[in-house]
């Protein structure tokens, strides 16, 4: 399973790897992009059965052109016969582009430029960037099964690209506490990106800390490697923080935040909402298919609009908690158990595909 140290897809990939090392599943955790750091290395050493090799290999989305990406593929495979692995789960489409393997090939779309851009300009992709889609259309068309983590996603997915494919949706999950010890809510809003990408909204955030009553902490990295940057003036800034600190900030936090522009899941509100996190979403298709009946919504282009739904909880004890345990209640959809089930019927189809065999007779033949 590919993977990266730079954003949500991490989170996703490691909590994967547990879920499939419970399953009885090996796991090789291939790294690309910036290497991971330590505390990220220790998350990997400390699952059951799974193993992370860090390859000098660029990520699509930080590449200058496609010459860039040209040996990815290959090494992937080359890992992959090193280590005797039966199926490769790719976490960026563009990976599958020209893959020559007799193994079967899952490729997830988490997120990807073309759907990014199409999300926050509503404009033809800009010419120097269309080698990326045409990447990610071969991955696409090389693949035995594509998911995306939401429906929203797999129809924007749909609308950038000409691959007619069918798209599974197979919704991201963490594991739940072993004991709900609930920690008492505290009065400030929290929020969680990576705050360099413009998607994540980091300056609708800083404007709405100005507006309210309550303080707001922001955590994520600011700087990208990239190069893209965001100073927050008004929101605490926390930074990068190790994944058990930023829990317990969700633990404790009144309410939670995300005004994303983009977004394909939103890992974090998930992580916020088993917390029995109050939420505060943007008004996005993604959010509202995933946390509907659960979240307040507020439109993500009009600060106000976001502070006075922010506000409103802040000063009403009752809705909040209320709130709270609805967006825990909805949490309970997105468990490893109801994860593996999709994923599983994935994987079946990508073997089923990649030998020819209809899935009676790949049963028989097991």
Known sequence: MTTDAVGGVWRYSVDLAGSLNEAGIEVVLA??????????????????????????LPLDWMA???????GVPSRLVALADETGADLLHLNLPSQAAGMETARPVVVVSHSCVVTWWAAMRGEPLPSE????????????????AVI????????????AYASTRPVRT???AITPPAQKRRSPKQPFVFAAAR??????????????????????????????????????????????RPFAETKALMAAAGIFVSPSL????????LEAATAGAALVLADNATYRELWGGAARFADPRDPAAFAREV????????????????????????????????????????????????????????
């Open 31 to 56: 790294c690309l992009g910036p290497a991971p750091s330590e505390d990220k290395r220790r998350e990997v050493e400390a699952l059951k059965a799974t193993r992370l090799v860090a390859l000098d």
């Open 170 to 172: 197979v919704p991201n």
């Open 311 to 366: 506000e409103a909880l802040a000063n009403d004890t009752a809705a909040r908690s209320l709130l709270g345990a609805l967006a825990e209640e909805r949490a309970q959809r997105f468990t490893p158990a109801r994860q593996l089930d999709v994923l599983f019927a994935a994987y079946r189809t990508a073997a089923v595909d990649r030998s020819g065999l209809s899935l009676g007779a790949a049963q028989a033949a097991e």
């Open 195 to 240: 705050w360099w990408d413009e998607s994540k909204n980091a300056a609708l955030l800083d404007a709405v800390a100005v507006e309210i009553s309550w303080p707001v902490k922001a955590a994520g990295a600011c700087r990208g490697d990239n190069g893209q940057s965001f100073a927050f003036a008004h929101a605490a800034a926390l930074g990068e």
């Open 64 to 70: 200058d052109g496609p010459e860039a990406l040209d």
């Open 262 to 269: 983009y977004e394909p899941f939103g890992l974090a509100v």
């Open 148 to 159: 995306a983590p939401s429906r929203a996603h797999a129809a924007a997915l749909g609308a």
């Open 129 to 144: 960037w269309t080698w990326q889609r045409d990447l990610n259309e071969a991955g696409f068309a090389r693949a035995d």
